[in-house]
């Protein structure tokens, strides 16, 4: 059997690829070859007729599952950046696509980190068994390389995602909403909501105050309390905590995207087949996946104020895509059909 062991995802954006993986594997005529290790917490497909097992999402259940499967495994690909906790004698691929993991070896003196080096140093450990690592850029080769985890051969990148609720839908002819600013996001440290919130403040200072929607849950008090704030001097922040970012990117002219760090950055995909202008960081994460409208110094409140002034006042080109869905390669290249 072909094992994707997808222990530890249950939600996010690991989940949603790991259901997008999941379909495309069911597609196939093969695809009685794969099994499936999944987390309890995971909503798993009824449709997968009994080729998974559900287990305790702990290293120790992991160890014991592929003791007890190691005989009947070909192949293999771990779905959530750790390798197996044991040495098999058949090819081993690991999907990694956190990069903060990869960021941690680097600021394990920053007590923030600590819990990103331990998870590391756990990676680590298990290094040996796992024969390639699966990235979705060539960025993130470049991260992994940085490590010295694996050497460039062993590096692979196969970029997938889901796109099929942007791609066959037929777009307003023109943004309803063309002053309008969209950044879906969660809020965690490296997205960058406060330099973001700061550019607001500064515009709001300059007497304008276009207007910006954030998804910002209640993990993020200092966050939401920031933009009450501004809410409260006149700042237009829509804060819709969750929603399906659907309308907001057919409707509004642009996606705004600060983000500091990022393994892929799916949003710039998905607003740039929706139709919008993308404003992006001038970091390398973003050229990976398409060539933005416009970009900004993530770290600068005015270097973002600045240009969100300038996609206001002048027509700013459309995004270009630069990277493809291989999901049908990755795919082959785990049933040995490359």
Request: glycine fraction near 4%; charge should be neutral.
């Amino acid at each position: 059997m072909i094992l994707v062991d997808a222990l530890y995802i249950n939600k996010g954006g690991g989940a949603v690829l790991l259901q997008y993986l999941i379909e495309e594997v069911l597609r196939r005529a093969d695809h009685e070859k794969f099994f499936f290790l999944l987390d309890p917490r995971f909503a798993r497909p009824d449709d997968l007729d009994g080729r998974y097992e559900v287990i305790p999402n702990s290293q120790k259940e992991r160890y014991r599952f592929y003791r007890r499967k190691q005989g009947a495994i070909e192949r293999v690909f771990c779905f959530a950046n750790t390798p197996p906790p044991v040495r098999l004698p058949v090819t081993v691929y690991t999907y990694f696509h956190n990069q903060k993991l990869l960021e941690a070896p680097r600021k394990k003196m920053d007590r923030r980190f600590w819990k990103l080096y331990a998870k590391y140093l756990v990676v680590k450990i298990f290094n040996r068994n796992t024969d390639y690592y699966v990235v979705q850029t060539p960025h993130m080769v470049g991260e992994m390389l940085q490590v010295g985890l694996k050497d460039a051969a062993h590096c692979l990148s196969f970029p997938f995602f889901d796109n099929r609720k942007y791609a066959d839908v037929v777009k307003p002819p023109f943004a309803s909403r063309p002053g309008e600013f969209v950044f879906i996001s969660n809020p965690s440290p490296q997205k960058n909501y406060p330099t973001l919130l700061d550019a607001w403040e500064y515009l709001l200072e300059k007497g304008l105050t276009p207007v910006l929607h954030v998804t910002v849950d209640d993990t993020a008090p200092a966050v939401t309390a920031r933009m009450n704030e501004l809410i409260a001097r006149g700042a237009q922040i829509r804060n819709h905590v969750y929603v399906d970012p659907r309308d907001l990117y057919f409707n509004c002219k642009f996606l705004i995207f600060p983000s500091i760090m990022e393994s892929f950055g799916l949003p710039l995909i998905e607003a740039a087949e929706s139709g919008m202008k993308v404003l992006a960081s001038d970091l390398p994460y973003v050229f990976d996946v398409v060539k933005p409208s416009a970009t900004f110094d993530p770290m600068d409140k005015v270097s973002i104020a600045d240009t969100v002034i300038r996609a206001l006042e002048t027509e700013l080109p459309f995004p270009e895509i630069v990277t493809r869905n291989e999901v049908t390669s990755l795919i082959n290249l785990l049933a040995d059909r490359v």
